[in-house]
C-alpha cells in the first residue's frame, strides 16, 4: 500500500504540473538539487517560492539537505498552492506556519514567532524568516548530522546557540526588513552573505531569465558558509572556552590584579567566552587586557572590548605610545623588546613576555588617572558637562556620585538632560544604592534607542571605567550591553526623579522604536 501512495502521490504530481503547463525534466519549478534518485526511491520535495531568491530560503533548502530525510529531496519553486500541497515540506511561500504539516512561512500578517518564542528561554527576539524558522525546528538535527555529534554531548547546545546568534540571526533580521541600528550607518557594508546571494539573481535586462543555474550557484555558496561555520565553531571556538576558562581561574598568577589573562599556547577565540565567564562567574574587578604568544613566537597584548563584537575598549593601551614602532617607541616607553602599538591602542607587540606584560601593567596604571567619565558626558552635540564618581582614587569604595546643579528645565534645554539624573532622585532613593544602580543601568541601556538627530558621537568610554566601585561599573555595563538587562523595575524605586529622565528621553523617541520593554517600563512609571 506505501508503495502504491508513494506512486499515486508521484503522479499526481506529474498531472498537476501538466495541467498548469509546466515540464517535470528541464523545468524551473522541479529541478534536483544534485545526485540521481534511484528509481525506487520516493520522490520528496522541498517546496519554495519561484522569482527572486533570498538568502533565508537558499539556507533552509542548505539545511533540510543535510537531513536523511531530505537528503535527495527535489527543489520545487512555484507559487501555485496545488503543487506546493504536494511537497513534503513547504519554507517561505504559502502564508502558514504550521510545523505539524510542514509548512514554514513567515511572511504573513499573524507570524510574530522569534527562537524566544519556539524556544522559551532564549533570548533572542528577532522575527524568524524561513533560515530561522528551519533552524528553530530542525537546526539540532542538521548539526548533530554534519558534526556526527549526540544532541546530550557536552557544549552542543552552547553550540546550537552560537551559530543562530553569529550565523543565522542576521540572516532573519535582513529578511524582515530589520536595521542592524536605529541611526544610519556611517558606511555601507554590502559583503554579506545576504548581499552576495542577492548578486547571484539574473539580471533585470534578462529578457529570458533562468533562475535555476543562479539558485545552484547560491546553494553552493551559502552551503560552503555555512559548512565552515559550523565546523568553525565546532572545532575551533567551542574547544576554546576550556582555554579562556583555565586562563581566568589562573589570571592571578599572572598578575596580583587579576585584571590580565594569560593564553599560553597562542591566541584562542577568547572575546566571546571571556564576557560570558566574567557573568557567569560573577567576576567584579574586570579583566583589562590579555597577552599570549603569536604563530611567529611575537607577543601580543590586547585590550578588552566593552562587548566582544565592539571596538570600545574598558582600556587601551597608553595614549602616548599609540601609533609609534619600534626604536622612536623603545624610546618613549623604556620598554625593551617593545615593536608597536596600533594607532587605536587596541593591540601591541613586543619580542619578550615581560615587555607586553609591563605595557598592560602601566596601561593600567594610566589609565586610573584618568577622569571617569559618562558615555553621556560626549553624546549630545553640544558642549556637556561629565560628571565623575566622587572618592579618591584608591579608595573608591566609598565613592559616591557628584552632580552639577542646575534645574531640570536648564538640562533638558540643552539635551543634557541624562547627566542630570542623579540630581533629580529623590533624597530617600539617593541614599539606596540599589536605586542608584538601577537609575546607572536604565539610563545607560537608553542610549541605544536615541535617534541620529540627538547624537554627535556614539563615545561608549572615552575615558576607563576601572575605578568605579564594581557595583557601578557593572550595572553601567549592563546597561549598555543589552537592552532589557537590568533585571528590576521602576517600581522597585517609586519616589526616584530618574523616571522624569527617561520619561523625557522616551517623549524624544519615534513609537517605531520603543520597544516592548520600554514600552512597559512607560506603564509602570506615573505618567
Known amino acids: 500500500m506505501k508503495s502504491l501512495f508513494v506512486c499515486v502521490r508521484y503522479f499526481l504530481k506529474l498531472e498537476i504540473m501538466s495541467r498548469n503547463g509546466l515540464r517535470h525534466k528541464g523545468?524551473?519549478?522541479?529541478?534536483?538539487?544534485?545526485?540521481?534518485?534511484?528509481?525506487?526511491?520516493?520522490?520528496?520535495?522541498?517546496?519554495?517560492?519561484?522569482?527572486?531568491?533570498?538568502?533565508?530560503?537558499?539556507?533552509?533548502?542548505?539545511?533540510?539537505?543535510?537531513?536523511?530525510?531530505?537528503?535527495?529531496?527535489?527543489?520545487?519553486?512555484?507559487?501555485?498552492e496545488e503543487i506546493l500541497k504536494t511537497c513534503e515540506i513547504v519554507i517561505d511561500v504559502g502564508s502558514v506556519y504550521d510545523p505539524v504539516n510542514f509548512r514554514f512561512d513567515h511572511h504573513q500578517k499573524s507570524f510574530t514567532h522569534s527562537m524566544s518564542t519556539i524556544h522559551p528561554g532564549k533570548p533572542w527576539t528577532t522575527k524568524l524568516s524561513s533560515a530561522g524558522l528551519v533552524y528553530a525546528h530542525f537546526g539540532r538535527d542538521v548539526l548533530a548530522h554534519i558534526l556526527d555529534m549526540s544532541k546530550d554531548d557536552e557544549g552542543f547546545e552552547q553550540l546550537y546557540d552560537k551559530i543562530y546568534e553569529d550565523f543565522i540571526e542576521a540572516i532573519d533580521a535582513v529578511d524582515n526588513g530589520i536595521s542592524l541600528n536605529?541611526?544610519?550607518?556611517?558606511?555601507?557594508?554590502?559583503?554579506?552573505?545576504?548581499?552576495?546571494?542577492?548578486?547571484?539573481?539574473?539580471?533585470?535586462?534578462?529578457?529570458?531569465?533562468?533562475?535555476?543555474?543562479?539558485?545552484?550557484?547560491?546553494?553552493?555558496?551559502?552551503?560552503?558558509?555555512?559548512?565552515?561555520?559550523?565546523?568553525?565553531?565546532?572545532?575551533?571556538?567551542?574547544?576554546?572556552?576550556?582555554?579562556?576558562?583555565?586562563?581566568?581561574?589562573?589570571?592571578?598568577?599572572?598578575?596580583?590584579?587579576?585584571?590580565?589573562?594569560?593564553?599560553?599556547?597562542?591566541?584562542?577565540?577568547?572575546?566571546?567566552?571571556?564576557?560570558?565567564?566574567?557573568?557567569?562567574?560573577?567576576?567584579?574587578?574586570?579583566?583589562?587586557?590579555?597577552?599570549?604568544?603569536?604563530?611567529?613566537?611575537?607577543?601580543?597584548?590586547?585590550?578588552?572590548?566593552?562587548?566582544?563584537?565592539?571596538?570600545?575598549?574598558?582600556?587601551?593601551?597608553?595614549?602616548?605610545?599609540?601609533?609609534?614602532?619600534?626604536?622612536?617607541?623603545?624610546?618613549?616607553?623604556?620598554?625593551?623588546?617593545?615593536?608597536?602599538?596600533?594607532?587605536?591602542?587596541?593591540?601591541g607587540g613586543a619580542a619578550e613576555r615581560e615587555s607586553v606584560l609591563k605595557m598592560a601593567r602601566e596601561s593600567i596604571i594610566s589609565a586610573k588617572t584618568d577622569i571617569i567619565t559618562s558615555p553621556f558626558g560626549y553624546f549630545f552635540g553640544i558642549p556637556s558637562r561629565k560628571y565623575v564618581m566622587g572618592g579618591p582614587l584608591d579608595g573608591h569604595s566609598e565613592a559616591t556620585p557628584r552632580i552639577f546643579q542646575e534645574s531640570l528645565m536648564d538640562r533638558i534645554q540643552k539635551l543634557d538632560f541624562l547627566n542630570a539624573f542623579f540630581y533629580l532622585m529623590d533624597p530617600k532613593d539617593s541614599e539606596n544604592e540599589e536605586c542608584q544602580l538601577l537609575t546607572i543601568c536604565y539610563a545607560h541601556e537608553a542610549l541605544h534607542y536615541l535617534p541620529k538627530s540627538m547624537v554627535r558621537f556614539y563615545g561608549i568610554f572615552s575615558g576607563n571605567l576601572i575605578q568605579l566601585p564594581p557595583k557601578f561599573r557593572k550595572a553601567i555595563f549592563e546597561g549598555i550591553s543589552s537592552t532589557a538587562s537590568c533585571g528590576k523595575s521602576y517600581e522597585t524605586c517609586p519616589q526616584s526623579g530618574f523616571s522624569l529622565i527617561i520619561k523625557t528621553l522616551l517623549a524624544f523617541l519615534p513609537d517605531s522604536i520603543k520597544n516592548e520593554n520600554f514600552r512597559k517600563r512607560k506603564q509602570a512609571m506615573y505618567m
Not at 525506487?40 to 542548505?62: M, R
Not at 529570458?208 to 555558496?221: E, G, K
Not at 582555554?243 to 589562573?250: F, I
Open 182 to 347: 536605529e541611526q544610519s550607518m556611517r558606511y555601507k557594508v554590502t559583503t554579506t552573505l545576504p548581499h552576495r546571494v542577492s548578486y547571484l539573481n539574473p539580471s533585470w535586462k534578462d529578457k529570458n531569465p533562468d533562475a535555476w543555474p543562479a539558485f545552484q550557484r547560491a546553494l553552493a555558496l551559502v552551503g560552503e558558509e555555512f559548512f565552515d561555520r559550523v565546523h568553525y565553531y565546532a572545532d575551533d571556538w567551542l574547544e576554546s572556552f576550556n582555554v579562556v576558562r583555565e586562563a581566568m581561574d589562573s589570571r592571578f598568577e599572572v598578575d596580583p590584579s587579576g585584571q590580565i589573562v594569560e593564553f599560553v599556547n597562542g591566541g584562542v577565540p577568547w572575546k566571546d567566552h571571556l564576557a560570558k565567564l566574567e557573568k557567569s562567574l560573577d567576576i567584579e574587578t574586570p579583566i583589562l587586557f590579555v597577552i599570549f604568544p603569536d604563530e611567529k613566537g611575537m607577543w601580543r597584548v590586547q585590550g578588552v572590548p566593552v562587548e566582544p563584537e565592539s571596538f570600545a575598549l574598558r582600556a587601551p593601551l597608553k595614549k602616548e605610545w599609540r601609533g609609534l614602532r619600534l626604536k622612536e617607541l623603545e624610546e618613549i616607553s623604556g620598554i625593551p623588546t617593545i615593536q608597536f602599538v596600533h594607532a587605536n591602542g587596541f593591540i
Open 27 to 80: 523545468s524551473d519549478v522541479v529541478r534536483r538539487l544534485s545526485g540521481t534518485a534511484s528509481a525506487s526511491a520516493p520522490v520528496v520535495s522541498i517546496g519554495t517560492h519561484d522569482g527572486k531568491f533570498h538568502c533565508d530560503e537558499v539556507l533552509a533548502c542548505v539545511m533540510l539537505r543535510q537531513l536523511p530525510q531530505y537528503s535527495n529531496a527535489q527543489i520545487v519553486r512555484t507559487r501555485d
